[in-house]
């Protein structure tokens, strides 16, 4: 009955599909008709700019889900997709350098989520400590792409040229890889809870280990950190004046940085969804909902753990890397256990095991902190510059506490975002495919009774508890 | 003639409760047999002891001729030996089709660089046992979609499905521990045929753990008979339904067995 109703919804889509084109359209041009109107220079000063700029920002980038969720054929949304991403966000972008920033930095979490979501997503490894492969891939390239390694090994070879960095960029994605099984090796035999823990001190030890190696030999300066680190090579300046394209170097960085997290992101994606559609990602989500029955089927428990973790570690590493470069400056405060966090939140809330959910968690995530709660700290500041007061309660804006701004919310939107997520939506924003189908399952089944568990006999029961109680061995 | 496996004096012991005591066990290629007993007899730790979940505190377990003490159970499953579990260890939120190319885990040839560049190696074996999947999913009589959660089945649907799984890697040996239990009269006639089928369609020898009698008498070969973790005795169904030791065993316990006695 509901299932037939479906049907003839979806063919009515099908038949109008021009309407949605044009939906989609009106939407871009919309969000595009909005920011060019915030662009105005008198704009900026007024009170409510920064937080309207950041949700018109969000908005423009929502156009990329409205596509996505647009019952239109893969080929338009490719185009339209991809119009957005390489076209119209760069051009919004030179005229406005921080939508760069801050689609730099979405993309720097989205790859990293995705690189979270296999482990975590697909085979089902609280990890932690995720952060320390993007302090490895980050301490690497600052420490030989900067007069740092000088100081560590006594010589004056470094800082590397730029057109090194390609290359460590391969080693970056091999070295994070290489800790990741070198960590797993012993931890992941643990489970669940354990595994949690281990990874949580590991990613702090790392981090403790790089605010301390500036002595005995100083590789890493400390708490101090390490600058100026080296950028990319800009080999594509001369094409681009011969094109007549003329733009200030941070412009060109901010660009170049841009393109190459888009160009990492859709390797992710790639490598995820091939991995995703293999025995390789069977396996994975076989360990994550049964483990002894995974290695009943032939499975090998540690070999595929370690694939999983080693495969998320080098996206983090490879992201680690090109945030040094971009920041031009890294120290050990921006791999802190809330980094981990973060992008596990960014999992979670855009739904555990799937790839279109990490990406739309990242940029959630990373707007609401980067944007939205900046943007309401400066509103703020104005608003206490201006002597407002707050009328009911006779409350002087003025005597806010900075300890309350909105930017140092992060922890609080966190813990927000998660208990909604699990109250309204525990499987995520866009869930895995497989849970989606038992959505579509229970709407189908309207009101037929689930059919009723036989109660059956507990097969392990631990009764004494032996050692042998829990099969530990691989 | 060569034994497929053979069990000398394993022995398991749970801190001081000994679950499996002393038990030789041989059996030939191409037989069905059975294993009964009382509730914590030790029947599922006996399979858990050939699949590896468990290791030997003492003993011998060899199948084929080749030990397999001290392989994890991801090897022994990739020598040709398969299980069932007692309570259904389907994995829930994946579809039929997936769990059962799960239990082909061990016959993927395409590595890695296959996958990522969807070779032409890939995309055969992957659709050769797609199709291999459907047909074990007809050769069970499962009814529902191959798409279907396998956690929206029914109860009887699920244990086909694990079933398949299991028949998916292709075994020499396969375990069932309580196929039937929990399952009508119909559903269990329905499975003592598949269980028969296993072994003359498919040559595949089987150990069958068993509480209903019926099905026990109706295609075992040969019973073996455990309690308190000790073999009490073994021959054919009509031998051991009249063995003094075993209507002990289970009437001793006030447990009915109206189809033994
Ligand atoms: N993992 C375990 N830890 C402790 N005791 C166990 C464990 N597994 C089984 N046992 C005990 O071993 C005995 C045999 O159990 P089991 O092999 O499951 O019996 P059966 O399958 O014949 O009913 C029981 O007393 C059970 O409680
Ligand atoms: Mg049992």
Known sequence: MLRAKTMEWVTQIRNGRSIYLVGVLGYIVAALLLMNWLSQPGLRDAVWYPLVSALAFAAFLGSLLVIYYAPLAGAVKAILGLAILLVLLPILGVRNTFLLEVATQVGIFAAMALGLNIVVGFAGLLDLGYVAFYAVGAYLWAIFGSPQANIAFGTNRFPLEPEWFFLFLFLAVGVAALTGILLGLPVLRLRGDYLAIVTLAFGEVIRVIVNNLDKPINLTNGPQGIRPV????????????????????????????????????????????????????????????????????????????????????????????????????????????????????????????????????????????????????????????????????????????TQLEPAKYERLVFGILLILMMILRPQGLIPERRHRMELAEALGREERAEPEQLPVEEELPPVIPAPEVRPTRD | MAYLLELKKVTKRFGGLVAVNRVD???????????????????????NLITGIYKPDEGEILFEGRSL?????????????????????????????????????????????????????????????????????????????????????????????????????????????????????????????????????????????????????????????????????????????????????????????????
């Open chain 2, 25 to 47: 066990f041989t059996l030939e290629p191409g037989r069905i047999v059975s294993i009964i007993g009382p509730n914590g007899a030790g029947k599922t730790t006996l399979f």
């Open chain 2, 69 to 261: 003490v001290g392989l994890r159970p991801d090897q022994i499953t990739a020598q040709g030996i398969s299980r069932t579990f007692q309570n259904i260890r389907l994995f829930g939120n994946m579809t039929v089709m997936e769990n059962i190319l799960v239990g082909m885990h061990t016959r993927f040839r395409a590595s890695p660089v296959d996958i990522l560049i969807q070779t032409p190696r890939f995309r055969r074996e992957e659709q050769q046992l797609r199709e291999e999947a459907l047909q074990l999913i007809r050769f069970v009589g499962l009814r529902a979609s191959p798409d279907e959660l396998a956690k929206n089945l029914p109860y009887g649907e699920q244990r086909k499905v694990e079933l398949a799984r299991a028949l998916a890697a292709r075994p020499k040996l396969i375990l069932l521990d309580e196929p039937t239990a929990g399952m009508n009269p119909q559903e269990t006639a329905e499975t003592t045929r598949l269980i028969r089928r296993l072994r003359d369609e498919l040559g595949i020898t089987v150990i069958l753990i068993e509480h209903q009698m019926r099905v026990v008498m109706g295609i075992s070969e040969r019973v073996t008979v455990l309690d308190y973790g000790e073999k009490i005795a073994e021959g054919t169904p009509e031998e051991v339904r009249r063995n003094p030791r075993v209507i002990e065993a289970y009437l001793g316990r006030g447990v009915a067995i109206g189809a033994i006695a």
């Open chain 1, 230 to 401: 080296q950028r990319p090579p800009l080999f594509f300046k001369p094409w681009l004046s011969a094109l007549g394209i003329r733009l200030d170097d941070p412009t060109l960085y901010a660009l170049y940085f841009y393109f190459l997290v888009l160009l990492v992101i859709g390797f992710a994606i790639w490598l995820a969804r091939r991995l995703e559609n293999s025995w390789v990602g069977r396996a994975w989500t076989a360990i994550r909902e049964d483990e002894l029955a995974a290695q009943a089927m032939g499975i090998p428990l540690v070999r595929m753990k370690l694939a999983a973790f080693a495969t998320g570690a080098s996206f983090a590493g490879a992201m680690g890397m090109i945030f040094a470069a971009k920041q031009y400056f890294i120290n050990p405060e921006s791999f802190t256990f809330m980094e981990s966090i973060g992008v596990l939140v960014m999992v979670i809330v855009g739904g555990m095991g799937s790839i279109p959910g990490a990406i739309v968690g990242a940029t959630v995530v990373t707007i609401l902190n980067l944007q939205v709660l900046k943007g309401l700290s400066l509103m703020l500041n104005k608003l206490r510059q201006a002597g407002v007061v707050i009328p009911i309660i006779n409350f002087p804006l003025s005597q806010w506490p």
